[in-house]
């Protein structure tokens, strides 16, 4: 158990709808991150936030978006789903600085399927 | 920009030892991960290099050459669990305390009896 906490660990939907993925850091944790992992692709990264801040992006579509709460929780949104938004969505966190002490850690995912 | 390749399958035996490869350029450079991924499961972190040379953990094992921009993972002595997809993951060097992590696609390694 990475202490990395995600809810709802599936979800199916139809296309053209919204969903709202969530995730609870580690404790002490400032930094969440989101990964998108569909089959053919590996992890790709999506977002990082940092004490409420957008820190970096990466390749996010801007149907998707997300925040993170002043309690540290984050929740990535997805918006006018696609058939090719099925995948499996991780949250990350770490602490921030260099070092193996600031590795980062996943959740165990949410699997969204769209139909 | 960044890339990072490793290669796609590798098989091995029960027992042997396995060495995935990994190359990578990107832009900055703040580390070298390596995570084991089962299928449907969250990676797990292996191992951390950001200076040259070997860095072992009881069975593996990962080094790292930056002036190549090359890195293995050394798996000893292959037990069916190490059935796995690794991972290469670089850290850049980005402003803003940016710790993100760019990944290759991953080698799925199949280890068989």
């Known amino acids: 158990d990475s202490g990395v906490t995600q809810t709802p660990k599936h979800l199916i939907t139809a296309t053209g709808q919204r969903v709202t993925l969530r995730c609870s850091p580690r404790s002490g944790d400032l930094s969440v991150y989101w990964y998108q992992q569909s089959l053919d692709q590996g992890l790709q990264f999506l977002i990082q936030y940092y004490n409420g801040e957008e820190r970096a992006k990466g390749n996010i579509l801007e149907r998707f978006s997300a925040q993170q709460f002043p309690d540290l929780h984050s929740e990535l949104n997805l918006s006018s789903l696609e058939l090719g938004d099925s995948a499996l969505y991780f949250c990350?966190?770490?602490?921030?600085?260099?070092?193996?002490?600031?590795?980062?850690?996943f959740g165990e995912g949410s699997w969204l399927t769209v139909v | 920009g960044q890339n990072i390749d490793q290669p796609t399958e590798m098989t091995a035996t029960e027992g042997a030892i396995v060495q995935i490869n990994c190359t990578y350029q990107?832009?900055?450079?703040?580390?070298l991960f390596w995570y084991q991924q089962h299928a449907g499961e969250a990676p797990t972190f292996l191992s951390y290099?950001?200076?040259?040379g070997l860095e072992e953990k009881g069975r593996f094992s990962s080094f790292l050459s930056r002036s190549k921009g090359y890195s293995y993972l050394l798996l000893k002595e292959l037990q069916m669990k190490d059935s796995a997809s690794y991972l290469c993951a670089v850290r850049g060097v980005g402003g803003g305390a940016t710790n993100k992590l760019i990944f290759g696609t991953g080698t799925l390694l199949a280890v068989q009896p």
């Open positions: 290099n950001v200076l040259d």
């Open positions: 990107t832009s900055g450079f703040n580390g």
């Open positions: 990350a966190s770490s602490k921030i600085g260099t070092g193996v002490s600031h590795t980062i850690y």
